[in-house]
C-alpha cells in the first residue's frame, strides 16, 4: 500500500516538473494552461491543480501580453511565465589563473558577476576557499535566501566524472587529480553543487543560445591554455559510458610527436601547443596585430594549427559525425583566421569523400554563454529530479 502512495506522489511530482519545465522554456513568450494541456498530454483539471500549487509557491505568474491562441467564446487564454525572483542558480567557471561567478534569477538573466585572476601556483584548496568566500559575499550582498537558491553549477578544467563529481586530472592547479569538487563545495558552501567540464558548458550554452546552434549536432572546440571539445544534440551532452566529459585534445594524430601532459605523444593539444611560445596565455592570443598584417610567420604557425585540427576533426567527423563544429579561441581575430585555413582542408576531405560536409565557424569565447550552459545544466538537472 505505501509502494503505490509513493508510486502516485513521484508521479505527481514528476507531473509538476514537467509543467514547471516548460514554461521556463517559454519564459520570454509565455504559454497559457491550454497549450500545456496538449504539449504534456496531461488532463485539463491536473494541469490546473498543478497550476494552482505553482502559482501557490510564488514559482510562475501570469503575463499582461495578448496571446496569439483562441480561447473559449473568443476570449485569449492568459499567459503564464516563471516569476524570476523565485528560485536563483550560480555559476562557477574556473581553470589556472581565472575564477568567473555568476548569479542567474530565474529567467537566465545574470544579476550579478565576479572575476578573478588568480596566481598560477595556487593549489585547489586555495581556489576552493577563494570560490566559496565569493559565493557567500554574493548571496549576502544581494540579500538571496539560501533556499531559493536551486545550487552551484561548476564548469570544471580538465576530465570530469560528472556522476561521481570529481575532477580527474587537470596538472595546471595543483592537487586538482580525481579530486571531490561537488563533495568539497557542497560541504562549504551548504548547497547543491553539480560538475561538468567547462567546455560542455560552454557547448551546451551555444547549442541552447548560439548563433551556430544545429540540432543535429554541434561540436565546440576550445582553444584556451590547452585544447578541448564537446558534442551537443537533442540527446543533450555527449559523455562517455563512464559518465566522464570527453578529452579531446588527447585526440593522438600521430603515433609519435611531442610528449604532451597525459604522458602520452602525439596528441592534439601537445601539437598545438608546441606552436606556440607563450605557455602561460591562451593559445595564440598574442597574434592578433600579426594575423592583421599578414606576418608571414604568425600564418604559417596558423596554418599548421589548422593542419592538426583538420585531423581531428578528420576523426570526430567518423566517430561522432557532428555535422557543424565550432572553433572558439581567446580572439575573434584568430578565431576566424584558424577556421577559414581549417575550412579549406576539410571542404578537401568532403570533396574526396574521406568525410561528410561539415559547417565550420570561429568565434571568441564568451564566459556568458559558458555561464549560461552551466546554469542550464543545474535546471535540468533540477526538473528532472
Known amino acids: 500500500m505505501m509502494q503505490n502512495v509513493m508510486r502516485a506522489s513521484d508521479i505527481r511530482t514528476h507531473n509538476i516538473n514537467m509543467v514547471l519545465a516548460e514554461i521556463y522554456k517559454s519564459r520570454e513568450e509565455g504559454i497559457s494552461q491550454s497549450s500545456l494541456v496538449t504539449l504534456t498530454g496531461l488532463k485539463a483539471p491536473t494541469l490546473f491543480r498543478i497550476f494552482t500549487e505553482l502559482e501557490s509557491r510564488n514559482l510562475i505568474q501570469p503575463i499582461k501580453k495578448e ?49 578573478l585572476s588568480i596566481e598560477e601556483e595556487l593549489d585547489i584548496e586555495e581556489v576552493i576557499n577563494l570560490i566559496t568566500k565569493n559565493i557567500n559575499s554574493m548571496i549576502k550582498e544581494h540579500s538571496i535566501d539560501r533556499d531559493k537558491i536551486i545550487g552551484v553549477s561548476v564548469a570544471a578544467p580538465g576530465c570530469v566524472n560528472i556522476e561521481k563529481g570529481i575532477v580527474i586530472d587537470y596538472p595546471r592547479i595543483k592537487g586538482l587529480n580525481h579530486y571531490p569538487l561537488s563533495d568539497v563545495l557542497e560541504e562549504q558552501l551548504g548547497l547543491l553543487v553539480i560538475i561538468h567540464n567547462n567546455c560542455s558548458a560552454l557547448a551546451y550554452g551555444e547549442y541552447l543560445y548560439g548563433d551556430h546552434k544545429d540540432e543535429k549536432g554541434l561540436f565546440t572546440f576550445l582553444l584556451r591554455r590547452g585544447v578541448n571539445g564537446a558534442l551537443v544534440s537533442e540527446n543533450g551532452i555527449y559523455i562517455t559510458p563512464d559518465n566522464v566529459t570527453l578529452e579531446t585534445g588527447h585526440i593522438p594524430i600521430s603515433f609519435d610527436g611531442p610528449l604532451c601532459t597525459c604522458k602520452g605523444k602525439g596528441c592534439l593539444q601537445a601539437y598545438l601547443l608546441d606552436l606556440d611560445s607563450n605557455p602561460n596565455t591562451p593559445l ?12 608571414p610567420t604568425a ?18 567527423k567518423i566517430l561522432l559525425t557532428p555535422s557543424t563544429i565550432l572553433i572558439e579561441c581567446a580572439s575573434d581575430i584568430v578565431a576566424k583566421e584558424l577556421t577559414k585555413l581549417i575550412k579549406e582542408r576539410t571542404d578537401k576531405l568532403a570533396s574526396e569523400g574521406v568525410i561528410s560536409p561539415v559547417n565550420i565557424y570561429g568565434k571568441e569565447y564568451s564566459s556568458i554563454t559558458t555561464q549560461m550552459g552551466a546554469v542550464e545544466i543545474l535546471l535540468k538537472n533540477y526538473f528532472t529530479n
Open 284 to 295: 595564440f592570443s598574442t597574434m592578433d596585430k600579426k594575423i592583421i598584417e599578414k606576418d
Open 67 to 115: 496571446s496569439k491562441e483562441e480561447g473559449k467564446k473568443g476570449r485569449k487564454p492568459l499567459l503564464y511565465t516563471v516569476n524570476e525572483d523565485s528560485l536563483y542558480s550560480i555559476a562557477v567557471e574556473f581553470w589556472a589563473g581565472v575564477i568567473l561567478i555568476g548569479l542567474f534569477n530565474f529567467k537566465l538573466k545574470r544579476i550579478a558577476s565576479i572575476t
Open 299 to 316: 600564418l604559417a604557425i596558423l596554418d599548421k594549427a589548422a593542419e592538426y585540427l583538420s585531423v581531428g576533426i578528420r576523426n570526430l
